[in-house]
């Protein structure tokens, strides 16, 4: 499995990104999928995370509110829609796939297949 990450760069606070995530080498369309961002000096943590149908979904709650993320299992794609943007969201984000759960996890060491990551860059 390949996760491609694209989509970040530098944008105005209160600006939005969509950060897109397409998967290759396989149908992920029964993975749970999450987004992760890693600030320098600051541990991973997961931002956000989706259900393999969409019906399930978790956000972290400095995202709530702002960021939504949807899957497009046809296209093997799943998409970060970050909205008001503020500086403390300058990180690098990584989309990962969790191949064997059955409900979102938050633990990174859940998650199977990681992508190279993108860089969100948010100004003040």
């Known amino acids: 499995v390949q996760l491609q990450a694209s989509g970040g760069g530098l944008v105005q606070a209160g600006g939005s990104l969509r950060l897109s995530c397409a998967a290759s080498?396989?149908?992920?369309?029964?993975?749970?999928m999450g987004w992760f961002r890693q600030a320098p000096g600051k541990e991973r943590e997961l931002v956000a995370a989706?259900?393999?149908?969409?019906?399930?979904?978790y956000y972290a709650d400095s995202v709530k509110g702002r960021f939504t993320i949807s899957r497009d299992n046809a296209k093997n794609t799943v998409y970060l829609q970050m909205n008001s943007l503020k500086p403390e969201d300058t990180a690098v984000y990584y989309c990962?796939?969790?191949?064997?759960?059955?409900?979102?996890?938050?633990?990174?060491?859940?998650?199977?297949?990681w992508g190279q990551g993108t860089q969100v860059t948010v100004s003040s």
């Open positions: 990962a796939a969790d191949l064997s759960s059955n409900w979102i996890h938050t633990a990174e060491y859940h998650y199977d297949h």
């Open positions: 080498g396989r149908t992920f369309s029964r993975d749970i």
């Open positions: 989706i259900s393999w149908r969409g019906g399930r979904t």
